[in-house]
Nanobody, 123 residues
């Protein structure tokens, strides 16, 4: 399976972006799907996760209220809507997938990763 992340770019503080992660090669409808990010010089961190049905979503505390994760299983795609972007949101954003939802915030538990899409927020 391949996960292709897209939608990143250069925006100004306060702007919005919608990231997409398109899967190919197999269906992701049975997977928990998540977004992680890694800023320059920092460790990778969890951003958000969505259950296989889309009924449950999970967010890192600092992202609640500004970021929304969603999925379209028919399109084999996951999205991350990011609003009110801040310079500290600058990072490479990665989508990832796995079976099960336990420990969803741990990147080491994910089996599949996309290549990442760069988000740069200028002040």
């Amino acid at each position: 399976v391949q996960l292709q992340a897209s939608g990143g770019g250069l925006v100004q503080a306060g702007d919005s972006l919608r990231l997409s992660c398109k899967a190919s090669g197999r269906t992701i409808s049975s997977w928990t799907m998540s977004w992680f990010r890694q800023a320059p010089g920092k460790e990778r961190e969890f951003v958000a996760a969505v259950s296989r049905s889309g009924d449950s979503t999970y967010y890192a505390d600092s992202k609640k209220g500004r970021f929304t994760i969603s999925r379209d299983n028919a399109a084999n795609t996951v999205h991350l809507q990011m609003n009110s972007l801040k310079p500290e949101d600058t990072a490479v954003y990665y989508c990832a997938g796995r079976l099960g939802v336990r420990d969803y915030g741990l990147g080491s538990t994910y089996d599949y990763w996309g290549q990442g899409t760069l988000v740069t927020v200028s002040s």
